[in-house]
């Protein structure tokens, strides 16, 4: 058996944005923006009450999303991404940043929706089920779990889309209600039952 691979910590994060204010060009990608639609397409209730967005980055979905939220906290581990994120959407009053490593620190809750976008695979498996435990006990009956991860190999890591995918789809307590999956991405929406 392989040794577990470690978590991604802020270190690595805050490098990529010291060379790149947009790693991944979420500002710019047409396979990003036709993901972020996908995204809130999948969300079966127009309009969320208390939403929780882990890892928001720069905060490009985190301003699409703020439109179906009466109140969102966005929270990510790297003051650079989060500095550009709250510049970004000012003028969303619902909206709140914080910096927070999940699942170090959980906000108290709870919340009727939870996104984990681009962001589970970054866990090792020990902490991914110790985020699966807090994302549980802090989503009330009825709310929403939303992942979506890209599913190709990643050489830094520490999991890939689909192990984190599986992981939630083994777990008790959720009703899957959505799946998809494109050539580069998968996304599944639960309900906490």
């Known amino acids: 058996m392989q040794p577990e691979r470690p978590s991604l910590m802020p270190e690595y994060f805050e490098a990529l944005y010291r060379e790149n204010a947009d790693p991944w060009n979420f500002e710019t990608s047409p396979y990003e923006d ?3 639609t996908a995204t809130l397409d999948a969300l079966s209730k127009p309009r969320y009450r208390s939403a929780f967005e882990i890892g928001c980055s720069i905060g490009v979905l985190t301003a699409r999303l703020a439109e179906r939220c009466e109140a969102l906290l966005a929270v990510d581990v790297c003051d650079k991404a989060l500095t550009r994120a709250r510049e970004r959407c000012r003028a969303l009053a619902q909206v709140s940043f914080e910096r927070l490593r999940v699942p170090e620190g959980y906000p108290r809750g709870p919340f009727d929706l939870t996104l984990v976008s681009e962001v589970g695979y970054y866990w090792s498996w020990s902490e991914l089920r110790q985020a699966q435990r807090l994302l549980l006990e802090h989503l009330e009956p009825g709310g929403h779990l939303l992942l979506v991860h890209w599913t190709p190999f990643a050489r830094d890591y520490p999991l890939r889309g689909d192990e984190v ?3 939630f789809g083994a777990l008790a307590g959720l009703s899957h209600r ?7 991405y998968r996304l599944d929406l639960y309900e906490r039952i």
């Not at 959505?178 to 580069?184: H, P, T």
């Open 165 to 167: 995918h599986d992981a």
């Open 34 to 36: 036709a993901k972020y």
């Open 178 to 184: 959505l799946g998809r999956r494109e050539q580069q």
